[in-house]
């Protein structure tokens, strides 16, 4: 069975510093992979995607993420975190050849202090 | 703003009772999708529509219930509450149904069973 796994409930940085949320996956095969923010009383908002190509996957505000085939995983980074970014990140994974299968992650709170 | 509109964004109930929440979705996009948000089971898929026809099933209860109509705006039904049905709802939606399309999502219905 297909799952996704974001092993840190929080992340914490200082602003300006370099942010990393964690996402690894079990899925056979390439899926697609997304990440989504959350911010309080809000839905979820797109980030980015991974469809194919390149494995450095560029996205809205700043954000970027590696797709690793080997180590399974789809990290988000940020190179300098503002406050402004902290919010609810959730990790989703997607088969290519199922369409009606979601799976997000269960999300990681990330926390950035003045 | 995502384009994808719910309503309404509280409600708030008593067990036994029944409430239909409401998507609109995306302007063109012709899938829909709901999810519950809950502490405890994280983001879960619930349902989805393409076109007006059910498309997939995921961990929906038989006592909620869902359709589509002609103008693609979407219901949810909830029957039978129970104090465990507190939860978010969200409503996302797609141009179709590939498997590397992003999912765009309402602001959520904020639902307390009391």
């Known amino acids: 069975a297909q799952s996704v796994a974001q092993p840190e409930d929080q992340v914490n940085v200082a602003e300006g510093n370099p942010l990393t949320v964690k996402c690894t996956y079990s899925?056979?095969?390439?899926?697609?992979l997304f990440w989504y923010v959350q911010y309080p009383n809000r839905g979820l908002q797109f980030l980015l995607k991974?469809?194919?190509?390149?494995?450095l996957v560029k996205g809205s505000y700043g954000f970027e993420a590696e797709f690793n085939k080997s180590q399974t995983s789809f990290h988000l980074k940020k190179p300098s975190a503002l406050v402004s970014d902290s919010a609810l990140y959730f990790c989703?994974?997607?088969?290519?050849?199922?369409?009606?299968?979601?799976?997000f992650g269960a999300g990681t709170r990330l926390t950035v202090k003045p | 703003d995502s384009g994808v509109t719910q309503t309404p964004k509280h409600l708030i109930t008593a067990t036994g009772q029944r409430v239909t929440l409401r998507c609109s979705p995306r302007?063109?996009?012709?899938?829909v999708y709901w999810y519950q948000q809950s502490l405890d089971q994280g983001l879960q898929f619930l349902i989805q529509?393409?076109?007006?026809?059910?498309?997939a099933k995921g961990n929906i209860l038989e006592r909620f219930s869902a359709q589509q109509f002609p103008d693609l705006h979407s219901e949810l039904n909830l029957s039978s509450l129970e104090l465990g049905d507190s939860a978010l709802y969200f409503c996302?939606?797609?141009?179709?149904?590939?498997?590397?399309?992003?999912?765009?999502f309402g602001p959520g219905t904020r639902l307390l069973v009391l």
């Open positions: 996302a939606s797609s141009p179709s149904t590939g498997a590397q399309e992003t999912q765009y």
């Open positions: 899925v056979s095969g390439n899926p697609y």
């Open positions: 302007s063109g996009d012709l899938s």
């Open positions: 989703a994974v997607r088969p290519r050849w199922d369409d009606n299968d979601m799976r």
């Open positions: 991974y469809i194919t190509g390149d494995n």
């Open positions: 529509y393409y076109n007006g026809e059910e498309r």
